[in-house]
């Protein structure tokens, strides 16, 4: 156990329990879920920090069990009931709690600007800073701190921050959050493809690339890490591979993006714009193939066209998420097709999904091999046979011409 402690409080994000300020515009379902995601922002900030300063976190919770806590943040904090009272006699008891244990800083305050505070400091364990408080109001912090000067308390103050607990604060919210980028990359020898690919990504503003191979026996790997991109190893299968990616992943938002397609510029000024609407969860690009001919500008009126009417985007038109609703749903499911169409009906239950009106660029590839009409009607066959009820599995034997399961093409 180390010198300091940083606590972290907070609820269960419980429906109608939550940002109850904010549910008359958000509604309560996705007031919990802006909660959740603040959470977890708040927590993925921290983190990184504590470890590296051998600061022990701890976070105090309320309204779910330490079991749920865990299933939702991890293992890593310890989780402690913040027990009865209000905010003040629950923050006062983890400050007296900690002092039990621990001595260290001097007073500092974080002020928000509707008038409480963020982050409150200690050196020592003073009570009388969380009695008689007008929790929730304008008052908080100039109480505060006329409190702690009576003590004489020396105060110090840091850079005042927004609070996020009407609809007119939710662009402070949206200002910070979704703004780093895990673009996940599932590969299975994909040598010829990656290297464009990932060009195209780029160096990402606050962002990550997370290539994740399916056991290439080719240049795939040394390519993708010789690139610079992060590069892990799963059992072969897309969605499983991508499940995988979005394991390791620090995102707020998750990219998935196939080896052979090719992002627009600007791609990641545009998720972050579309991603800044609290109602959105997700979104995708149009799509066109790198290849000439009339037939092919058909298929692409047609992608388009089924994006626009059904809010349906396929895997190879980059398809992007909210990290902490993917998490939610638990990720892609284990099936060795038509997990991206799974994954998007799931969405659209959750909120609404963004189409940008920028092209990715796939390769020309399997309209090459087997054939424009062919490779179409095949699609449209494994499409529908998906919707009446064939299995999955049974799909990808039709598809692939070969057992399922054998990479991420």
Known sequence: MSGSRLIVITKYPEPGQVKTRLQASLGEEQAA????????????????????AGVDLEIMIDGGTAEEFREWLGSGPAFIAQGEGDLG??????????????????????????????????????????????????????????????????VSMLKPLGDVDTPEDLNLWESTANRFISVVIPTFNEEGNILPTLERVGDIPDGEVIVVDGGSSDGTVEAAAGWGAE?????????????????????DILLFLHADTLLPD??????????????????????????????????EYTVDWRTRLFSLPYGDQAIFVKASVFRELDGFIAIPLMEDVDLVRRLRKYGDLARLDAPVTTSARRYERYG??????????????????????????????????????
Do not use: C
């Open 33 to 52: 879920r802006l909660h959740r995601e603040m959470v977890e922002h708040t927590l993925a900030s921290v983190s990184a920090w504590s470890e590296k």
């Open 89 to 154: 006699a629950r923050m006062s008891r983890s400050f007296e709690e900690g002092f039990n244990r621990l001595l260290h800083h001097d007073l500092v305050l974080l002020p928000a600007t509707d008038g409480g505070y963020g982050l409150i400091g200690l050196r020592s364990n003073t009570p009388e800073l969380f009695t008689d408080i007008a929790w929730g109001s304008g008052e908080v912090l100039g109480a505060t701190i006329e409190k702690a000067k009576g003590s004489g308390l020396s």
């Open 231 to 251: 590069v892990i190893r799963s059992e072969p299968g897309r969605g499983r591979q991508m499940d995988r990616g979005a394991a390791e992943a620090a995102g």
């Open 266 to 299: 600007g791609y990641h000024a545009m998720i972050r714009e579309a991603m800044s609407d609290p109602l959105t969860v997700g979104g995708a690009f149009t799509w066109k193939v790198d290849a000439p001919g009339p037939f092919l500008r058909w298929i």
């Open 372 to 409: 424009p009409f062919r490779t179409t009607m095949r699609n449209k066959v494994i499409f529908f046979g998906y919707y009446l009820g064939i299995r999955p599995e049974q799909l990808a034997r039709w598809y692939y011409r070969r057992p399922p399961d054998t990479g991420a093409e």
